[in-house]
């Protein structure tokens, strides 16, 4: 059996000040995440499922090591995580992560600019960076707005300029949290569409949805999310029948109710 | 307006000529703080303008409708000075030597923002950061204007929502209400920069941030010819301003 690329072991983690908010409001979790375990593999096209609030988006913090589990381990080709200076550099070169509010990582002058940050980081010459800016602009089709500032592109090219950012580096795993959130139904496809060539390329792609169909018609692999844990895993057609895919079931948040 | 200059900085003819502008408007700048004021600061002001608006063209519209918020400010200054209180009548009278100076101090000041406008309307962000980069500033100053840069226009659209929200639901019927809602406004508009900036700290961690921003210098068409024209209209200036100036 091949390691994974990627494998997050029964992870825990709480954020700060969570416990005293679960004592304000009974029934409230206080773990964002409860004993999550995932693994990615090379060339997975994965969708983590969930409703808000399942704890997708720390686990995805978790896989590039900027969140750092209270308990559980990340491997990384089966190796544990550093999260020591020159570790989590290493590490956030192969694995990419993407935000669900793009103004969240977006910075500098200009989206030529902000793209260029990561190769400067890794310590690439001028030339070079230009380069990968230029490939990574084209490969997400937004090269003749190279020049323009971030605040003047729609949210939907902010989206994408964040994703030109994260394939800069050129990274073995691209994450994506919630990609689709606030586009309309082109922007998603163009979106989508990008993705597929990417992952045809050979990179690994894993996004977080809660858009059933979604994770359905894009993914290879869906892993149920609930209340910090995945309580379900594999392919599409597998998980056909599961309760939690039933959109009147999932829309009604009653995924709840899987053991 | 901070998005009509910005947005005109990054799409005018002459975008790419950070240095050349640079060097054009920091010799006006000292013209226009440096020659004697009546007869430097028209020349200042009408080479400055004809640069933004026939050579860079920048709207006309924008760029003069922008020097009228400055000149009411220095409208207001001029006459203050105007006036002398005087305490043996109790009252206010016209003083000219203070209308000299008022007179004065308005053209330099006049001048002195035209100049500070052009250069505003035509050089990008990006492309001044870049000049104050091969000016050895220090990195941290130059990561530092990066993100006020970038956080500038986050906030803006922030606070534009705040309001709209607040005025979606008649959070501006009364003066009264749109006072206490306003300062509301700038209260929310506090903690979400905080929170933005915790969100921006963890974006840049995850895309490696250590302690530099680096990023590519813009591309520039700067040439020498550009260069040489634009000191040659400052140095003109200053002597025609230096030659009028002997003769008044």
Redesign the interface.
């Known amino acids: 059996m091949t390691v994974p690329l990627l494998e997050a072991c029964d992870l825990h983690y709480a954020y700060p000040g969570a416990a005293a908010a679960a004592r304000l409001c009974p029934g409230q979790r206080c773990d964002a995440l409860a004993g999550s375990t995932l693994a990615i593999h090379r060339g997975a096209r994965l969708a983590l499922l969930g409703n808000n609030g399942s704890g997708k988006s720390t686990l995805l913090l978790h896989l590039n090591g900027t969140l750092r589990p209270d308990r559980g381990e990340v491997r990384c080709d089966g190796a544990p995580l550093g999260y020591g200076r020159r570790a989590l550099a290493a590490l956030r070169q192969r694995v990419a992560l993407v935000f669900q509010d793009p103004d969240d990582q977006l910075f500098a002058g200009t989206l030529a600019q902000d793209v260029s940050f990561g190769p400067l980081n890794l310590g690439l010459d001028e030339a070079a960076t230009r380069v990968r800016v230029a490939a990574s602009l084209t490969a997400i089709g937004l090269a003749d707005r190279a020049d323009l500032p971030l605040h003047m592109l729609s949210h939907g090219q902010r989206k994408r300029a964040a994703i030109a950012g994260a394939l800069a580096l050129q990274p073995d795993l691209l994450v994506l949290d919630e990609p689709t959130a606030g586009l309309d139904p082109a922007g998603v496809a163009l979106l989508l569409d990008h993705l597929d060539a990417l992952h045809a390329g050979g990179m690994t792609v894993v996004l977080s949805t809660h858009d059933i169909a979604l994770a359905r018609d894009w993914a290879d692999e869906v892993a149920l999310m609930h209340d910090g844990r995945i309580v379900a895993g594999g392919s599409p057609e597998s998980l056909r029948d599961h309760p939690c895919l039933r959109p009147a079931v999932f829309r009604r948040s009653r995924i709840s109710e899987v053991p | 307006m901070l ?1 009509a200059i ?2 005109c900085a ?1 799409t005018n003819r002459w975008r790419t000529q950070g240095g050349p502008m640079a060097l054009f408007c920091a010799g006006l700048m000292g013209c226009a703080l440096l020659a004697p004021p009546l007869a430097a600061a028209p020349f200042v002001a009408a080479a400055a303008s004809a640069a933004a608006v026939l050579g860079a063209r920048v709207p006309a519209a924008l760029f003069f409708r922008t020097l009228l918020v400055p000149a009411g400010f220095l409208a207001t200054g001029a006459l203050a000075l105007c006036v002398t209180l005087d305490l043996e009548h109790a009252r206010l009278g016209f003083s000219g030597a203070g209308a000299a100076t008022a007179l004065a101090t308005t053209l330099r000041a006049a001048a002195g923002v035209t100049v500070t406008l052009c250069f505003a309307c035509i050089v ?3 492309q001044w ?1 870049a000049l104050l980069r091969r000016a050895r500033v220090p990195a941290v100053v130059l990561d530092l204007l ?2 006020v ?2 956080t500038l ?2 906030l803006d ?1 922030e606070f534009l929502a705040i309001r709209r929200a607040q005025d979606n639901r008649l959070g501006f019927r009364t003066a009264r209400v749109a006072g206490r809602n306003a300062a509301r406004a700038v209260a929310v508009l506090f903690l979400r920069s905080l929170q ?1 900036a915790a ?2 700290e ?9 302690d ?8 520039s068409t700067a040439t020498r010819h550009t260069y040489a024209v634009a000191a040659l209209v400052p140095a003109l200036v200053a002597v025609a301003a230096v030659v009028l100036g002997a003769g008044q």
Do not use: S
């Open positions: 998005h910005d947005a990054h990008p962000t990006a950061i990066l993100l840069y970038r226009f986050v659209a933005r969100r921006l963890r974006g840049l961690a995850a895309r490696g941030y250590v530099r921003l680096p990023v590519l210098t813009p591309p």
